[in-house]
Each structure stands twice: as C-alpha cells, then as structure tokens.
C-alpha cells in the first residue's frame, strides 16, 4: 500500500463502513440528499485511490422513518423484510454516486434482486475487493430480528476487514451518556466490547457488539463530519475506539 502525495500511509489495508441511512438524508427529515450521498462518495473515492479496500453496509433510517407510520403494529419480521428492501434503494443511490466519481462497484444483496444486484457470496466479495471494486452489502443479513449493525459485523468477519469504521449522523462518538439529555456527558476515547455492553452505550446491538469482541474486531466510531472517514483511514484520534485486547475476550 503506497503513501499518498503528503506521504501519509493508510493504517487499513481493508475496511467495512457502516453508513447509518440517518446520515444519507442530511438536514432532511427523510429520503435521500443528493449533495451529502456526493460529498460521502467523494471521501470513500480518495480513500479508495489511497489504495484502501472498502465494503460499505449502510441502513435504512432514512426511507424506514417515513414508513414509521405504516409499520406501526406491523409483525416484526414483515417490518424487517420491508427494510431490508429500504437497505437495497440506499445501495443503488449509492452505488450510482460513486460510479460517477470513477469508481467500479458491485451491490451485493443477502435477498434476491438478481435485476439490480448479485447475490452474497463471500468468495465473490473478497474477490471483488481484490479487483479494487468497492463492495456495497444490502438487505442485512437477509434475516428478520437481526440489524444493520449484525450484517456490517458479520460482513466485516466474513471479508477479514481490518475494522468497522463506523460513521455515525451528527454523533462525535460514543459518549458516558445521551449527550442530546445530558449536554455536559463526556467523550469516551477508548472503550472495550465488554465495557460497551455492560455499561449499554447505544453505539450498536449487543449481537453485532458480541461478534466484534469474540473475533478481535476493532469499531471505530465518529461522526461523518467532512473529512472524518479520512482522518479515522490515516489514524488519527477521531471519536472512540471499541477494541478487545487480544486475548481479553471471552
């Protein structure tokens, strides 16, 4: 992996970023902006030229809080298939973005969509990577009762991603409280898996937290202010490192 122009090495030969939907619509109260998918594609495409191997997982927030009304009462399971398919409108916004900025990508789909995407299969993901496209994984983990948050850790395991980078909508980071109730709640720099689960930090399932810690999986999380996923790709502190010493975990 070569050093860019300022001679700056990436620390990740390989990474999985998780893109809550939240962080897709902006400033708006659902749907997607175009201006804030571009700027995001424009980070993932120079650090994609720093030779840096990206899978993207990115939820469905944004479509799922229009549908809030009509899944109200909805069986858990119907309600999940519904995002999933809100995951997959997410990839192809996505994906249409980023090939305008000169990228090759591949939608891989854990539901079949064979019209607009390939089918997971691991093998073909990793091989994806190594021809240098970027990999954007849809429809969860294709099961109902699991999140987002379970198909970026599961994802992230299945490829040998070097980490989760994990950028969150207008969150600086993992926080000892709910900043927007307790506005003087203090940054946490460091954390690990099992802290985060005993002390029940809202920063992603326990399922997906559990995967993370018992595999040595490091969770970067920041917020996806511009320059951030940038920053976190060439190691400097941004946010909150989740990570397990190894041999800590149980």
């Known amino acids: 992996m070569g050093a860019d122009h ?21 400033d708006q109260e659902y749907g997607l902006d175009l201006h804030e998918v571009e700027r995001i594609a424009a980070e993932i495409a120079e ?21 809030e009304a009509a899944a109200e009462g909805m069986d858990r399971a119907t309600a999940d298939y519904g995002g999933m398919l809100a995951t997959v409108l997410n990839a192809l916004a996505l994906q249409d973005v980023l090939e305008r900025n000169g990228l090759h990508t591949r939608i891989l789909s854990a539901i079949h969509v064979s019209e607009v995407a390939e089918p997971y299969i691991r093998r073909r993901a990793i091989r994806h990577l190594e021809k240098k496209r970027v990999v954007i994984f849809a429809a969860g983990t294709g099961n109902p009762f699991f999140t987002t948050d379970t198909a970026a850790a599961l994802r992230a395991l299945e490829i040998g991603a070097d980490a989760i980078l994990m950028a969150k909508n207008a969150v600086e980071g993992v926080f000892e409280d709910d900043p927007r109730h ?31 810690m018992d595999n040595g999986l490091p969770i970067y999380v920041f917020a996806l202010a511009e320059g ?16 397990t010493p190894t041999g800590a975990s149980t």
């Open 6 to 26: 300022n001679g700056t090495r990436p620390v990740f030969r390989r990474v999985l970023l998780k893109l809550s939907g939240e962080a897709l619509m902006g």
């Open 182 to 212: 307790a506005p003087d709640a203090e940054l946490l720099p460091e954390l690990t898996h099992l802290e985060v689960i005993e002390r029940g930090l809202k920063v992603m399932d326990t399922t997906a937290l559990s995967l993370c």
């Open 228 to 243: 951030n996923i940038r920053r976190v790709a060439l190691g400097e502190r941004v946010g909150t490192i989740i990570s």
């Open 47 to 67: 650090l994609h030229g720093r030779g840096i191997e990206i899978a993207i997982v990115v939820g469905a927030g944004n479509i799922y809080r229009g549908m």
